[in-house]
């Protein structure tokens, strides 16, 4: 008989490894925890910052005045007889036309005229006017200075020829000089620009973009076709200063009604009424002047530096702030025993009998006459409090209502009133310093409407 082995086949099975099933899980758990961290919002925790207000006092304004384009009638070679800013009335002749500039050559040799002292003046003024505001490397200012003596001297030549004209035209026999007159009474201006027509209530932050902003000088004798502006009108004396204001500025002079600033071009220094306003993203004030627009005929944009009133705030964001509704007390009842502040009640005792019982309370505000108290010392509205050394009573039934942040400081929310200084777009100033309120570098809650009174904070 053969004889051999039978391996036998093990039936046993690989156990399962609990270990290992224990770790999957708990790194799931891990990872899926983590992922709807991310989605769950993170608390919201705001450092109160102390901010220095109005700390740059120069801004920047554009000038708004009622002005119109006047054109030619005719073509031909225009020769001007009034400096710019020079008032005139309706119907006095501005400027002449030339057809064929035949008048205007046969002047030059016909000529003999020299500065008068007058004159002298003049050329000195736009000197002294431009050495006050120039800067260093402001090359612009120095063509400015070059066009404008030259506007002058041209226009000197040209108001000799007109009081000359007659005789001029007589000795050269040539016609064809047109008079052009104003149309209306007003103040004569050779400044023209992009911004022309500009009204107070079109200003906006664009009107301030220097990229898209030109302007050119119309006093030339260059030829000029029918139907061209030859000068420009200002026709009402009163303008306005529409000055572009930066958030700090704002928040400094918001309901401001009247404002102190000086023109930096020439240090004119002026109190005025101001109107202080928000349109779109941008902050303006607006001034209204009935004086001092000739001195500035030319000028589109000014530089000025307000007067502001320096104070310190806290900053805080809006959508920090709370409100919470106190009882409002007369003073009197207030009553201080012991180092405790408090109020004393008219309760019943178990007997029914009458007892007056002594209620620490804080009191968050005093206003002219009431103090606020915290309900939650009040057990029932409606309740009486009394003066112990007079018994007379007030009844517990009016409720007024402070604005404040929850400050978490101590792990916890608690409320905080402010006191409101000025208020931006995104963020409000409040007054620092004042008792039962915030202070610089306290934590407070970003987002009120996440949060209620006395809960914990958790990370």
């Not at 036998?8 to 799931?28: A, D, H, M, P, Q």
């Not at 505001?133 to 041209?154: C, M, P």
């Not at 220094?269 to 349109?279: C, D, F, G, M, Q």
């Not at 009935?290 to 806290?314: A, W």
Request: net charge negative.
């Amino acid at each position: 008989m053969a004889s051999g082995r039978i391996r036998e086949r093990s039936n046993k099975r690989t156990g399962l490894n609990i270990g290992f099933v224990i770790f999957v899980f708990i790194l799931g758990y891990i990872l899926i925890s983590f992922l709807l961290s991310l989605r769950k919002p993170q608390p919201s925790i705001y450092e109160v910052q102390k901010i220095s207000l109005a700390t740059d006092n120069l801004a920047r304004a554009v000038v708004v005045r009622e002005e119109q384009n006047v054109v030619t009638d005719y073509s031909g070679y225009v020769s001007f007889y009034l400096k710019n800013g020079t008032r005139v009335a309706k119907n006095e002749a501005v400027f002449s036309v030339d057809d064929s500039r035949s008048l205007r050559d046969a002047q030059k040799d016909k000529l003999d005229y020299s500065l008068s002292e007058e004159d002298i003046h003049d050329v000195k003024e736009s000197i002294s006017s431009h050495a006050r505001t120039y800067e260093t490397g402001d090359y612009s200012n120095i063509v400015d200075l070059k066009t404008e003596i030259q506007t002058r001297i041209v226009n000197i030549i040209d108001m000799y020829r007109l009081e000359n004209l007659e005789r001029l035209s007589s000795d050269t026999g040539t016609s064809g000089l047109k008079l052009c007159k104003a149309p209306d009474a007003g103040v004569v201006s050779f400044f023209t620009d992009s911004l022309d027509g500009l009204t107070a209530d079109a200003v906006d932050a664009s009107t301030f973009d220097d990229t898209k902003y030109t302007s050119s000088t119309l006093f030339s004798s260059e030829l000029r076709e029918a139907g061209s502006t030859a000068y420009k009108l200002v026709t009402n004396e009163s303008w306005s200063l529409v000055i572009k204001l930066s958030e700090e500025q704002f928040l400094a002079l918001d309901k401001t009604k009247e404002i102190s600033f000086t023109i930096t071009d020439d240090n004119l220094s002026l109190t005025t009424p101001v109107s202080i306003y928000r349109k779109g993203d941008a902050y303006f004030a607006r001034i209204n002047l009935s004086k001092y627009l000739i001195r500035y005929i030319n000028k589109r944009f000014l530089v000025v530096s307000i007067d502001m009133r320096q104070s310190e705030g806290l900053k805080i964001p809006k959508k920090a702030i709370t409100v919470k509704y106190f009882y409002v007390v007369p003073k009197q009842y207030i009553v201080y025993t012991q180092g405790k502040t408090g109020i004393t009640v008219y309760e019943l005792d178990e007997n029914n009998e009458p007892t007056y019982r002594f209620y620490e309370a804080e009191v968050y505000y005093f206003d002219d006459e009431y103090a606020y108290i915290d309900d939650s010392v009040i057990k029932q509205h409606g309740q009486f409090i009394i003066i112990p050394h007079t018994m007379n009573q007030y009844q517990l039934s009016t409720q007024k209502k402070l604005e404040g942040v929850y400050c978490i400081n101590k792990g916890y929310a608690q409320f905080r009133m402010i006191s409101r200084l000025y208020e931006g777009k995104d963020y409000i100033i409040v007054k620092s310093g004042v008792d039962r309120s915030i202070n610089v570098y306290d934590f407070i809650w970003e987002d009120a409407e996440t949060l209620s009174e006395d809960q914990l904070i958790t990370r």
